[in-house]
T-cell receptor
Framework: GQQLNQSPQSMFIQEGEDVSMNCTSS?????WLWYKQDPGEGPVLLIA?????ELTSNGRLTAQFGITRKDSFLNISASIPSDVGIYFC????????????FGPGTSLSVIP | NAGVTQTPKFRILKIGQSMTLQCTQD?????MYWYRQDPGMGLKLIYY???????DKGEVPNGYNVSRSTTEDFPLRLELAAPSQTSVYFC???????????????FGDGTRLSIL
């Protein structure tokens, strides 16, 4: 079945650095979503991408929907301590219920 | 606003016991979802509901049951708890389907369930 791979699995960065993380799949998706999960809380949607090639920003976050529709990346500029958390990508495919598949997550730690 | 409220936050069950995970939302959302989150595996959809009285299976429904008698409540039931059901369970709701960025899913804070 469809599966998403995220890289890196975890990263430790210095405050102020830029961050880049990827999500890839062997399957084509119609929509890509990026979520952030803080410890002990549920995921929160950061960015949604609907068209191949689409580049969307949300504050310091920028995400792109890959041309092949099989990948997406998320960049965070000038990281701050509150960026700490797990970042999940998710892809949506057309099935009987518009199935959303989540990646395993990238854990981000920011060193002040 | 309370948003999506899940109870309990933590629970330990013995193999074979049953329990109901409660989920309620006060945003008048039509769509509700139950996910499980296992380490390194992301979220997997167990069941979902598009409105009161309507429920459907997601990706991993075996061993679970749901009901949706009201718009606000979407309980998840485990009839015969098994160790494989040890996980963190998240309930979510949205006005429209999950992928709509203008009406995103709102998640609860999760229920951490251990089956021993």
């Amino acid at each position: 079945g469809q599966q998403l791979n995220q890289s890196p699995q975890s990263m430790f960065i210095q405050e102020g650095e830029d961050v880049s993380m990827n999500c890839t799949s062997s399957s084509i998706f119609n929509t890509w979503l990026w979520y952030k999960q803080d410890p002990g809380e549920g995921p929160v949607l950061l960015i949604a991408l609907y068209k191949a090639g689409e580049l969307t920003s949300n504050g310091r976050l920028t995400a792109q929907f890959g041309i092949t529709r099989k990948d997406s990346f998320l960049n965070i500029s000038a990281s701050i301590p509150s960026d700490v958390g797990i970042y999940f990508c998710a892809g949506q495919v057309k099935t009987s219920y518009d199935k959303v598949i989540f990646g395993p997550g990238t854990s981000l730690s920011v060193i002040p | 606003n309370a948003g999506v409220t899940q109870t309990p936050k933590f629970r330990i069950l013995k193999i074979g016991q049953s329990m109901t995970l409660q989920c309620t939302q006060d945003m008048n959302h039509n769509y509700m979802y139950w996910y499980r989150q296992d380490p390194g595996m992301g979220l997997k959809l167990i069941y979902y509901s598009v409105g009161a009285g309507i429920t459907d299976k997601g990706e991993v429904p075996n061993g679970y049951n749901v009901s949706r008698s009201t718009t606000e409540d979407f309980p998840l039931r485990l009839e015969l708890a098994a160790p494989s059901q040890t996980s963190v369970y998240f309930c979510a709701s949205s006005y429209n389907w999950a992928i709509n960025s203008n009406q995103p899913q709102h998640f609860g804070d999760g229920t951490r369930l251990s089956i021993l």
